[in-house]
């Protein structure tokens, strides 16, 4: 379930990266920016793969992270820093690059040392401690309530939406039924949901969006 919340939440941040381009190119010239970055990002990997094979540098690591250096979390900010930058500069979402840093990090982690060396618990402390609730602030900021509530239609809006999403996202779950816990296959079905979700809203609001 993880695993397919996780490839909803990438497959939304590529169809915005695609669709709603920063930049404000076209689409196909998105696209060739994204798998040139995509090429970049998988360069960046193979360097760190190749790394990690050194001995003497992992014997090091290992040491320093038990350190007040804690070289793993600096490694980790290093690398986050660069992929959202490089996001950035090919004018795609700056969440893709944190996203592919965080997916590097656990991809190269073959031996469990991020979880040994206690850095997974550092760099979720950090995540849920700081960048987070800096995140909402700013969400919260700038959303633009006196538009959201400024016609009946749009406040009916806000209800229905919701009420649309967990029937989106509830519905699935009777297909599981028959296998799993009823728990369990709600569980499943709302990240089923979330699925079907990301495969479809994208499509709509481009035809919402396109010329009539």
Known sequence: ?????????????????LFFSSSGASFETTLVLMLLFLGVVAVVG????????????????????????????RIAFLLLVVLVYMSEEFGLEVVLGAFLAGAMVSLLDREGAIRATGLQETLEGIGFGVFIPIFFVVSGVRLDL???????????????????????????????????????ALAAGLVTGGVISVLVFPAVALRLLGPT
């Open 46 to 73: 193979l360097v760190l793969a190749g790394a990690r094979g050194s001995v003497e540098l992992k014997a090091t690591v290992m040491r320093l992270q038990r350190t007040s250096a804690q070289i793993g979390v």
């Open 146 to 184: 006196d538009t959201l509530f400024s016609s009946f239609d749009t406040i009916v809006l806000v209800p229905l939406t919701v009420i649309a999403l967990l029937v989106v996202r509830g519905l699935p779950a009777f297909v599981y039924g028959r296998f799993v816990p009823r728990r369990e």
């Open 1 to 17: 379930m993880i695993a397919g919340a996780s490839l909803a939440d990438l497959a939304t941040v590529i169809l915005l990266s």
